[in-house]
């Protein structure tokens, strides 16, 4: 796996079982994955030569990142390397005016979208399509870093490629995940809802709580058409908008998704061994939720977090809380962890996920 986050991190603990040893291409020994696996190279996503090292004598290369350059991905296929995803199906992971351009293409509710390459791009949209308008990079943003909503136009452009979209009146977040071999087999999970904050996804409940069956089925529908269309190996997780006009599509990425990080406890089959599955073409498991409800909630770095005090106080207090901590040294707003609660009742179950989380973080 080329990059060594939490991703990486959560795969290496899934191969585990299926006696699969997973080599990393990490840019510092400190990352999450170089920290637990065995077989961990150092180097650059964009350094063609790391590459090419990395990728010798691995059965398969897939990503916990979209950062590789189209052109090193196409190199290393040239080389023979199996790359999967395909770096035909990642450039619409890795570029969003791109996704935008094929999703609308194939017919998928896309927000109102135009490229730019002036501030007078910018007015002309918000002067079409209305203010506020979403101003969004191109290629490498995460975590809302990389979106600005605009009341009005700005007084230069930002130093990195942008578009513009319309901002949707949205009333949910959903994401929807499957998982594709290269032979065509398909599995996907029931649709969750994601909340965000400050464009940050801080909690996910599976399945989402409140939607009606033919929006689950629609979800359902726009992410095994994509990962068909796009022709995704691997797994595929589509961001939705539930508008007033029906779903919207945010965003894709392909490879394992905060959003689905429930499955790991929740599903019968967790994202991480399923991407592993997928990626080497091997059978699928059963996506199928184990109980009612599971809530996941993000563990961002706050003021107080001490792990050392405040996480066996968490385990004390809410001890059927799943913990699951990424190896890193808290800072505020940076993502450490995740805490999973498995139940049957919604409000309850996400009320003690939100406690383990305030105690790991140490909340007054
Ligand atoms: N067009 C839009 N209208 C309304 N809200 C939006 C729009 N685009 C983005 N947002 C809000 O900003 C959040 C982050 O946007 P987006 O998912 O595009 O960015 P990101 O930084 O790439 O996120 P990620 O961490 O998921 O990769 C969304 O989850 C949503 O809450
Ligand atoms: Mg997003």
Request: net charge negative; aromatic share 4%; charged share 20%.
């Amino acid at each position: 796996m080329v990059g060594a986050g939490q991703l990486a991190r959560m795969t290496h603990q899934a191969g585990i079982g299926l006696g699969l040893t997973l080599r990393v291409l990490a840019e510092s020994p400190d990352d999450g994955a170089a920290l637990v696996t065995p077989g961990v190279e150092l180097g650059a996503p964009d350094d063609l030569g790391a590459l090419m090292r990395f990728a010798k004598g691995c059965d398969v290369v897939t990503f916990d990142h979209e950062h590789v350059p189209a052109e090193h991905l196409r190199a290393l296929e040239a080389a023979g390397v199996e790359v999967r995803p395909g770096s035909a199906a990642q450039l619409f992971a890795q570029d969003k005016l791109a996704q935008r351009r094929r999703l609308f293409e194939l017919g998928l509710p896309v927000p109102a979208f135009a490229p730019v390459t002036s501030v007078a791009d910018i007015e002309r949209f918000g002067a079409e399509h209305g203010w506020p308008v979403a101003l969004k990079a191109i290629r490498g943003g995460y975590d809302g870093r990389g979106v600005w909503m605009l009341d009005a136009p700005p007084d230069v452009l930002p130093s990195v490629p942008v578009y513009v979209e319309e901002r949707v009146l949205l009333m949910h977040e959903l994401a929807v995940q499957v998982a594709r071999r290269p032979s065509g087999e398909m599995r996907a999970w029931p649709v969750v809802e994601t909340v965000q904050e400050d464009g940050i996804c801080v909690e996910v409940v599976a399945p989402a709580p409140r939607i009606s069956p033919a929006l689950s089925t629609e979800a359902a529908r726009i992410g095994t058409r994509l990962a068909e269309q796009l022709d995704v190996t691997g797994l595929l997780a589509v961001e939705l908008f539930e508008a007033p006009g029906g779903l919207v599509v945010n965003e894709l990425a392909m490879r394992p998704h905060n959003s689905g990080h429930w499955s790991i406890d929740g599903a019968v089959t967790d994202q991480f061994e399923q991407h592993l599955r997928a990626v080497l073409d091997w059978p699928l498991g059963d996506p199928a939720p184990v109980v009612p409800v599971t809530v996941m909630a993000n563990l961002l770095g706050g003021a107080h977090t001490e792990l050392a005090t405040t996480l066996p106080a968490a385990l004390a207090a809410v001890p059927e809380a799943r913990v699951h901590l990424y190896g890193k040294a808290p800072r505020p707003g940076r993502k450490l962890g995740h805490v999973t609660v498995l139940g049957d009742d919604v409000v309850e179950v996400r009320d003690r996920a939100r406690l383990a989380v305030s105690i790991l973080r140490g909340d007054d």
